[in-house]
C-alpha cells in the first residue's frame, strides 16, 4: 500500500470527460482514474460526482480509499469555471482533502505545458479558450461558454455542422453526403433536430466535430467551409496571444490534432510543443496548495 503522507492529486476537468492522477512527492504516479464531463456549468453535483468517481478509480489503483483524502493535496483545473464566486462553490463541497486549489482547466494547463513558466495555450476541446501566463500576469482570451463564445470549438464545429445540414434541407445551401449524414444522426428532418437540441449539450454538438473535419479532409466543399473557419477562428485567438507577448503558444485539446493542419501558416509558425499536460499542471498547484487543515 502507498504511504499516504504526502500525496498530491490533480485534475483536469473538461466539458467532454475529467482525468484524475495521484502521484508520490517525487512525482510517481500512484493511480489514474477517468469520468466524465466535469465543466461546472453543468451543476456543481454533477461536476463533483465525475470528479470523485475519478479519484475513486486512483485511489484503488494506489490501494487507497477516501479515508485517505485528509492526507493527499488535490489541485482542480476545470472547464466553466469564470464568475468571482466558482471556485468558493466548489470549494465548499470539498468531500476533506488535506489541501484544495482550484483554478480555470486553462490555468492548470498552461502550468503543465511551461513546466509553471510563462508562455500561452490555446484550448480546443469541447470548448475553447486562450489563456497566457506572462510576467507574473495572467490573460484569458475568449471561452465564455457555448452560448456566448467557444470559437473553433468542437462544440461550435459541431453547430455549424447542424446548421448546414439545416440550410442544405431548406434549398438555402449546398447539400452533400455530409449534411445528409449530418441531418441523418439527427432524426432525419428539421423535427427530429429540433427534438435533439432540445436536450443536447455542448458535448454533445462536439461529437459532429470529428466527422465534420474527416468530411474536410476528404473533399466535401460544406464540411471544407466549417474546418477553414473554424481554423480562422483559432488563428484570431493565436494571434491575440501573441499579441499579449506570447512567444510560445500551445495547442491543446482533443480536437487540437485534427485542427492543426488547417491553422493559417503564420498561426502554426506560433505553435510549440508542451512540457507536460493539464493534469501535470493541476498537481503543480496542489504542491502549492495550503498546509492542511
Request: aromatic residues 4%.
Amino acid at each position: 500500500m502507498a504511504d499516504p503522507a504526502s500525496l498530491y492529486l490533480g485534475l483536469d476537468g473538461g466539458g467532454t470527460s475529467c482525468r484524475v492522477r495521484l502521484v508520490d512527492a517525487g512525482g510517481r504516479v500512484l493511480g489514474t482514474g477517468l469520468g466524465g464531463g466535469a465543466n461546472i456549468r453543468l451543476g456543481l453535483a454533477a461536476a463533483w460526482r465525475e470528479i470523485l468517481g475519478a479519484t475513486d478509480q486512483a485511489l484503488a489503483e494506489a490501494e487507497l480509499d477516501r479515508s485517505s483524502l485528509s492526507r493527499i493535496r488535490a489541485g482542480f483545473g476545470l472547464a466553466g469555471i469564470a464568475r468571482p464566486n466558482d471556485i468558493d462553490d466548489l470549494r465548499a463541497a470539498d468531500p476533506g482533502f488535506a489541501g484544495l486549489a482550484v483554478d480555470s482547466d486553462a490555468h492548470a494547463a498552461c502550468l503543465g505545458a511551461f513546466g509553471g513558466g510563462d508562455g500561452a495555450i490555446l484550448i480546443i476541446g469541447t470548448g475553447s479558450r486562450g489563456y497566457a501566463r506572462l510576467g507574473g500576469a495572467c490573460h484569458s482570451v475568449g471561452g465564455w461558454g457555448f452560448e456566448l463564445s467557444d470559437q473553433g470549438s468542437g462544440a461550435d464545429i459541431g453547430r455549424a455542422a447542424i446548421r448546414a445540414a439545416l440550410l442544405a434541407f431548406d434549398g438555402l445551401g449546398e447539400a452533400t453526403e455530409f449534411t445528409a449524414s449530418v441531418l441523418a444522426r439527427l432524426g432525419g428532418d428539421p423535427p427530429g433536430a429540433l427534438a435533439w437540441a432540445d436536450g443536447a449539450r455542448p458535448r454533445d454538438y462536439a461529437e459532429l466535430a470529428p466527422e465534420t473535419l474527416r468530411a474536410a479532409v476528404q473533399g466535401d466543399p460544406v464540411a471544407t467551409a466549417i474546418a477553414e473557419q473554424a481554423a480562422a477562428d483559432a488563428g484570431t485567438l493565436i494571434r491575440r496571444l501573441h499579441a499579449l507577448g506570447a512567444r510560445s503558444i500551445c495547442l491543446l485539446g482533443g480536437l487540437a490534432p485534427a485542427l492543426e493542419a488547417w491553422l493559417p501558416p503564420a498561426a502554426r509558425a506560433r505553435l510549440a510543443a508542451p512540457q507536460g499536460d493539464a493534469v501535470d499542471g493541476a498537481i503543480l498547484l496542489a504542491r502549492q496548495a495550503e498546509a492542511p487543515r
